[in-house]
Nanobody
Framework: QGHLVESGGGLEQPGGSLRLSCAAS????????MAWYRQAPGKQRELVAT???????NVADSVKGRFTISSDNAKNTVYLQMNSLKPEDTAVYYC?????????????WGQGTQVTVSS
């Protein structure tokens, strides 16, 4: 049902910006929620931001004021704009989407994209 492909990661200096993209193979309205997670080495995967129905958004306190999640519904793509990057933002970032079918939650994940913040 849902094939997700991330892009946009890379190496950036502290204080810089990156924009991640997550392209879905189906309409993003097919999903109940789309989200970005991240996982740093030796740490658990962490929820970064969510978007519902293309407009209701939420971001984690750790990135509030610096990261923004948005979507382009016509392109079936969700973005994560990351500004004022810090070394602690270094992680593999994963796009996630989930839907409910007959009461069963189905999760879909992208392959992940590495973000490294370092001088």
């Amino acid at each position: 049902q849902g094939h997700l492909v991330e892009s946009g990661g890379g190496l950036e200096q502290p204080g810089g910006s990156l924009r991640l993209s997550c392209a879905a193979s189906v309409s993003i309205f097919s999903f109940n929620v789309m989200a970005w997670y991240r996982q740093a080495p030796g740490k658990q995967r962490e929820l970064v931001a969510t978007i519902i129905s293309g407009d209701r958004t939420n971001v984690a306190d750790s990135v509030k004021g610096r990261f923004t999640i948005s979507s382009d519904n016509a392109k079936n793509t969700v973005y994560l704009q990351m500004n004022s990057l810090k070394p602690e933002d270094t992680a593999v970032y994963y796009c996630n989407a989930w839907d409910l079918r007959i009461g069963v939650r189905n999760d879909y994940w992208g392959q992940g994209t590495q973000v490294t913040v370092s001088s």
